[in-house]
């Protein structure tokens, strides 16, 4: 017989409660500071501080003369902001996660507008507890792989993916017989996709995103055949569609997850590799403009674009780059193509950040085992290609027997795996 037992005005009560704490963090984080809203760092500050410094000297001075179990409890609890229970409690409401994963972007834009120092700190101090939390939550253990087809809920496909997609021809493109798109699904955020990989399936490692765009579909009928001779999986999108996820990082294991996937459907594919962009060239360029044309040949090369012109090689190399279609004079482009090579070889291997490859998504991928493998010519002529790096795109190969060494030499010495062929133009 069902139990038709209400439940309890107290359980009801507790319930709304937390309904009404979570509305008012949610609400409380897209509050903007102004004259009209007010100012919310008090709160925070409050909050913020509920451990006290007090209650934690306290421990520590009472742990120097009984250094007990109890007392090592104690000092944990003490260090532990309060807000992180409060949170825990709001992940446990239908759709708490995802109002936290919300929040959490909200601080981050709000962290980018605040000028005060004192409240970016504390901003920031709440922002990185959340990423903490967020990422226990976000283990790959909790995550579900799944394959997206045309058939997929649309919630699924409709995310923006780092190449502009142009109407439905082209997200069915992106979903044929020779093409794979996965995504990782958090059990708490069941209809959202957490992180998009866009795949290829092709018969050697793609120099030029234009194609794998552009080229045709696989004729359905001869799809399997056509298949069975396909050895590559080129790795041309990957997108985290949730900011508040920022610093979590998931998609180093969908890729390795991916390829033990296509391992088993595909065992004639060998060859794993990324066109990935190259977003930070452009920014750095700009700023080592000066010392750009090291090498006299690289000049005299610059100057032959314009024989009659006053200019300095290294003012016509600027004044050049400066105009956005550059690309569609093949004698410029040719005058082009060495130095940029170089320069963009140079940021991606050379200059470092705190030890570790400075391009973001260079980074990424040499964290997770992949090679340098080669840097393809006019490889994105798009308006975003253009403006990131000049056309240039990267393909980062991941030879699967080499992914554990790599990671381990990167992650413990610096050292950045990379080809041959990847840096001749710095030798």
């Known amino acids: 017989m069902a139990d038709h037992t209400q439940p309890s005005t107290e359980a009801v009560s507790s319930q709304t409660r937390m309904t009404e704490i979570r509305d008012m963090l949610s609400k409380a984080a897209r509050m903007r500071r102004s004259d009209s809203a007010g100012d919310l760092m008090p709160n925070l500050r409050l909050l913020l501080k509920k451990s006290g410094t007090f209650t934690v000297a306290y421990h520590l001075r009472e742990m120097e003369f009984q250094p007990s179990y109890e007392l090592r409890k104690k000092l944990r609890q003490a260090l532990e902001p309060a807000h992180i229970q409060l949170l825990s409690q709001i992940s446990k409401l239908p ?158 294991f969908l890729i390795k997850h991916v390829v033990e996937e296509l391992q088993h459907e595909f065992p004639n594919i060998t060859q794993y590799s990324t066109l990935s962009p190259i977003p930070g060239f452009q920014h750095w360029l700009r700023l080592q403009l000066y010392s750009a044309l090291e090498q006299q040949d690289e000049q005299k090369r610059i100057l032959e674009c314009h024989q009659n012109t006053d200019l300095s090689p290294l003012s016509l190399f600027k004044e050049l780059l400066e105009t956005s279609d550059w690309y569609l004079d093949s004698s410029i482009a040719d005058c082009l193509k060495i130095p940029l090579i170089r320069l963009c070889t140079k940021y991606l291997y050379i200059e470092k950040r705190r030890g570790f490859v400075m391009d973001p998504v260079g980074n990424f991928h040499i ?61």
């Not at 490889?379 to 381990?408: C, H, I, P, T, W």
């Open 367 to 427: 964290r997770n085992g992949a090679w340098m493998w080669r840097l393809n010519w006019l490889a994105d002529v798009s308006a975003r290609g253009m403006d990131n790096s000049f056309g240039l795109m990267m393909n980062y190969r991941y030879v699967v027997e080499d992914v554990d060494k790599n990671n381990q030499q990167y992650l413990l010495n610096g050292t950045v795996a990379a080809s041959t062929q990847f840096l001749e133009p710095l030798q």
């Open 95 to 252: 759709g708490g996660v995802k109002d936290i994963v919300d929040m959490r972007n909200d601080l981050l834009e709000g962290l980018n507008e605040e000028k005060d120092a004192v409240a970016r700190q504390e901003l920031q101090a709440l922002s990185s507890s959340i990423k903490n939390l967020l990422a226990q939550w976000f283990a790959v253990g909790l995550l579900d792989l799944r394959q997206v087809t045309w058939e997929s809920p649309g919630s699924f496909c409709i995310t923006r993916p780092v190449h502009s997609m142009y109407g439905w021809e082209d997200l069915k493109r992106r979903l044929a017989p020779d093409r794979r798109c996965y995504i990782y699904t958090h059990r708490s955020m069941p209809g959202e996709p957490v992180v998009v990989l866009h795949t290829a399936l092709e018969y050697e490692i793609a120099d030029n995103i234009q194609v794998i765009l552009s080229e045709p579909e696989v004729d359905r009928d001869e799809c399997e055949y056509e298949l069975e001779k396909r050895t590559t999986a080129v790795f041309y999108s990957i997108t985290s569609t949730q900011k508040g996820l920022s610093g979590v990082d998931l998609g180093n």
